[in-house]
């Protein structure tokens, strides 16, 4: 059974810095695909950032240098590190998993409960 469990939010000021993880079972880590999604109240989900099992990365405009997406297979573990936080990337973050034989953009059906980011100004 896939289970995919976040942790790592909080509250912090503009400016800060926050890291995820992504702690996964129930799978080959090293073949999956992953990646961090977020969810405002009254939004949709959109994509932060994406990773494969080779390591290639892929990031949406928003992060413009400020987040970046790792992963340690020897964990089983996916991170978030999120520096220069602005209020604007307040959000629930998920992460998801799937497997990707045909490249990144794979339509992940294992998901996480989220974690809460709250950036106050």
């Known amino acids: 059974q896939v289970q995919l469990r976040e942790s790592g939010g909080g509250s912090v000021q503009a400016g800060g810095s926050l890291r995820l993880s992504c702690v996964t079972s129930?799978?080959?880590?090293?073949?999956?695909?992953m990646g961090w999604f977020r969810q405002a109240p009254g939004q949709q989900r959109e994509t932060v950032a994406r990773?494969?099992?080779?390591?290639?990365?892929y990031y949406e405009d928003f992060v413009q240098g400020r987040f970046t997406i790792s992963q340690n297979a020897a964990k089983d573990t996916l991170y978030l590190q999120m520096n220069n936080l602005k209020p604007e990337d307040t959000a629930l973050y998920l992460c998801?998993?799937?497997?990707?034989?045909?490249?990144?953009?794979?339509?992940?059906?294992?998901w996480g409960p989220g974690t809460q980011v709250t950036v106050s100004s």
């Open positions: 990773i494969d099992p080779q390591g290639s990365t």
């Open positions: 129930g799978y080959d880590f090293s073949r999956y695909c």
């Open positions: 998801a998993a799937d497997s990707c034989p045909d490249g990144i953009w794979v339509d992940y059906n294992y």
